[in-house]
């Protein structure tokens, strides 16, 4: 009996030991400003402050089973559009919502402390639309329509660039066409000796040059009426890349970042706030044990935010909302424990005995109820959008570690107390209800 | 247990809130937000003493965006709602309410969505609450599989959704009434209050049941309802003190939480405050309602 005793307080006092580290590893990983060991919190855009937008890709063009490559194109494409805009960790991930045929595709872009979206919008969805065209049998050119697509088009560039031709005051735009781009245009020149191909840039006509000869080098050059500044532009979103799927806007969401703050600084108090209040609750009513729940309850915290770092959880303040509901649930858990301890204490058991036996019969209820509150959590799961998923993640986050540390934590705990002697003192420790306020029920 | 003892009078008590919060839904009907309708929602914020709401209104309805509502926020803001707009004709907005040149609003956050988008959001709504009722159900049946008398165990998940819908019900009449007041909405988060409400009404629930299994089958009492009666004061503290720490942990939320999460802080008060009245003053007693009913039918 004291070598199981001599166990039980050692390794309660390892885990207070290891709850204190893991403890100071969240304080210094929020602190540290380089190294492995920094690791804030990552925050959601609604505490942070920035942009959250939904595109729809228009996927109906596309073979089914082509779907996947073109959506991860698509995402590539406007990551390093973004990535011109200099923002810094953007997120950019395609979704599907829905199956089978009737299946949307999207794509979510996030921009932390973007709140002008103006210029951002125009960055990620405008493609400058290049294309090659050539006169169709017997036109004379003099109307748009006269001329005909030929497949050539900005997606077989491999690089614009800008050139400054001695001869003409403005600049050119060279371009160099990748291998299958540099067949077609080879084909194109041949076909049409002496005819002109015309090159139109978002439906405008830029230039219609004769060709004098077969071009097999995969080189062309467009020489229009551009300022430098113009040019610049137009190289610089030819590089970029065309869109391989049209998108357009369906969500957008701005935060401000004195919002954001203002919200997190407000969460956390209301948390604080909210614990302290329990916390001198459970030490009024529960008395010892109560102040075992509220230790656990530390543990329990310590424990989440850990992992809130690690995993990384993105909070968001439906996402901190589900962690100080998850408190109440954590809290939950010790009173069932409790109860039955009471209960099994009235039976003239011993504390060890009535702590052994309390815990087993609690577990049960707490299984049982905590897997309800799983299953609404994992189902808010797959129905959120982003904001409701941080609260589901967290929640159930919540209910699967409070189940941990009442089984492990609280019962540690209260067994290595060990009182042996029913004395004055015990008896009011282990007893509930405020002081000199007998539980009725 | 003078629970179920007077089983009718809270029976009573859950029909009349059940009943007014229905009048409520019906008379008020619930005021459904932008999430699930599509729209654009500008809030803004003066730097100065914000200008008169009747002028605001009057302001952002004469160009040509359709009807703007207008709510105020907190101390120096308005929310803007309107339909679908694109981000050009949203600064036209946020310009036409710059009443005066030295009180320009800042813009706090916008949040757009598409029509289809909404109503998709709206579908997966319903059907997550369908599925978790649901799954409750097989999941309540599951774990009392082995209580088959003297009710079977499926009568008892079927309680337990009676309970459940009397949740969720009471917190959106509450709600109708809000929406009809201070232009409270109907939202994503709104909805997820009530998922997780049924997830921590059914665990009360669960609670108490637990309790009622093990007491038959220690065979406590001869009596179906003196079982009940005795599971239910030893499961009463724990109700009554679980439900008041989530509670008082909700109402920190709301007083001094984010404007963001403070209707779902009090539906989710409403909520854990209605669920634990049921799972001690309506699912158990009904338990022993539906119990007599049938003993009665088959001995006649």
Redesign the interface.
């Known amino acids: 009996m004291a070598g199981v005793m001599f166990k039980t307080r050692l390794t309660a006092i390892l885990l207070l030991f290891l709850a204190l580290g893991l403890g100071y590893f969240v304080y210094y990983s929020e602190t540290a400003s380089t190294g492995y060991f920094n690791l804030p919190f990552k925050l959601g855009l609604?505490l942070s402050g920035g942009s959250h937008l939904?595109y729809?890709a228009d996927t109906t063009a596309i073979a089914t089973g082509e779907v996947d490559e073109a959506m991860s194109s698509l995402r590539e494409v406007i990551e390093r559009r973004i990535n011109v805009f200099g923002v810094s960790e953007p997120l950019i991930q395609a979704e599907q919502?829905g199956f089978g045929a009737s299946a949307s595709h999207r794509l979510i872009v996030e921009l932390p402390g973007v709140?002008n979206?103006?210029e951002a919008?125009n960055l990620i969805a405008e493609t400058p639309n290049l294309e090659f065209k050539t006169l169709a049998p017997g036109a004379t050119g003099e109307v748009l329509t006269d001329f005909v697509d030929t497949g050539l088009t900005g997606r077989y560039l491999e690089r614009a660039s800008v050139q400054f031709t001695q001869t003409n005051l403005g600049p050119s735009i060279s371009l160099n066409f990748n291998p299958e781009g540099s067949r077609l245009f080879a084909e194109l020149t041949e076909s049409n000796i002496g005819q002109p191909v015309a090159i139109f840039l978002d439906g405008i006509l830029l230039s219609a040059p004769i060709v004098q000869e077969k071009i097999g080098n995969g080189q062309a050059e467009i020489t229009g009426q551009f300022s430098v500044e113009e040019a610049k532009t137009l190289v610089r979103n030819l590089n970029l890349g065309a869109l391989p799927v049209p998108i357009h806007?369906?969500?957008?969401?701005?935060?401000?970042a004195?919002?954001g703050a203002?919200?997190?600084a407000?969460?956390v108090?209301?948390?604080l706030?909210?614990?302290a209040?329990?916390a001198s609750?459970?030490i009024l009513?529960y008395r010892l044990p109560g102040l075992v729940a509220v230790v656990s309850l530390g543990v329990y915290i310590i424990l989440m935010l850990a992992l809130f770092k690690l995993i990384p959880v993105t909070l968001t303040?439906?996402g901190?909302?589900g962690f100080?509901?998850s408190?109440?649930?954590a809290?939950?858990a010790n009173?069932?424990i409790f109860?039955r301890l009471r209960?099994e204490l009235r039976e003239g058991k011993s504390l060890y005995e009535a702590t052994i036996d309390g815990f087993a019969?609690a577990w049960?209820?707490i299984r049982?109820?905590?897997?309800?509150?799983?299953?609404?959590?994992i189902?808010?799961f797959?129905?959120?959008?982003s904001?409701?998923k941080g609260?589901?993640l967290t929640?159930a986050l919540g209910i699967v570690i409070s189940m941990f540390t009442a089984i492990t934590v609280t019962r540690t705990f209260l067994l290595a107390i060990g009182v042996k002697h029913k004395t004055k003192l015990t008896s009011f420790l282990f007893s509930?209800g405020f002081y000199k306020l007998k539980?009725k029920? | 247990m003078f629970v179920i003892k007077y089983r009718k009078i809270f029976y009573l008590i859950s029909g009349l809130a059940v009943a007014a919060s229905l009048g409520s839904i019906l008379y008020f009907g619930l005021n459904i937000g932008i999430d699930f309708t599509g729209g654009t929602l500008v809030e803004v914020s003066y730097p100065a003493t914000r200008p008169d709401l009747e002028a605001v209104r009057q302001a952002a309805n004469q160009i040509n965006l359709g009807s703007v509502t207008v709510q105020p926020t907190g101390e120096d803001g308005y929310i803007l709602r309107l339909k679908t707009v694109s981000e050009s004709e949203k600064d036209s907005l946020i310009k036409a309410v710059t009443l005066s040149a030295d009180n320009v609003p800042a813009e706090e956050r916008t949040n757009s969505i598409g029509p289809a988008l909404g109503s998709e959001l709206a579908q997966r709504g319903l059907m997550a609450i369908g599925l978790v009722a649901l799954l409750i159900i097989l999941y309540i049946a599951f774990v009392f599989r082995h209580v088959s008398r003297p009710v079977s165990s499926w009568k008892y998940g079927l309680i337990a959704i009676v309970a459940l819908l009397h949740d969720i019900i009471i917190p959106t009449g509450v709600f109708a009434y809000l929406g009809a007041v201070r232009g409270a909405e109907v939202d994503a988060l709104f909805l997820t209050a009530l998922l997780t409400i049924l997830g921590l009404s059914v665990n009360d629930t669960i609670v108490v049941f637990d309790r009622i299994r093990e007491n038959l089958q220690n065979k406590v009492a001869s009596h179906f309802d003196d079982v009940v009666g005795i599971s239910l004061k030893q499961t009463f503290t724990r109700s009554i003190n679980t439900s008041l720490v989530l509670i008082l942990i909700l109402l920190s939320l709301y007083f001094f939480g984010g404007t963001t999460t403070r209707d779902f802080a009090l539906v989710l008060v409403i909520g854990m405050f209605v669920g634990t009245y049921s799972s001690i003053f309506l699912a158990s007693p009904l338990l022993v309602t539906w119990q007599k009913w049938s003993e009665k039918r088959s001995t006649k």
């Open positions: 609604d939904v729809e919502a709140t979206l103006n919008l806007l369906i969500s957008s969401q701005t935060i401000g004195t919002l203002d919200a997190l407000k969460g108090y209301a948390g706030l909210g614990l209040v329990v609750l459970m009513w303040a439906a901190i909302a100080i509901l408190i109440g649930i809290i939950d009173v069932l109860e209960e019969r049960l209820s049982d109820s905590n897997l309800s509150s799983l299953i609404s959590a189902i808010l797959w129905f959120g959008t904001m409701i609260f589901a929640m509930s539980a029920i």
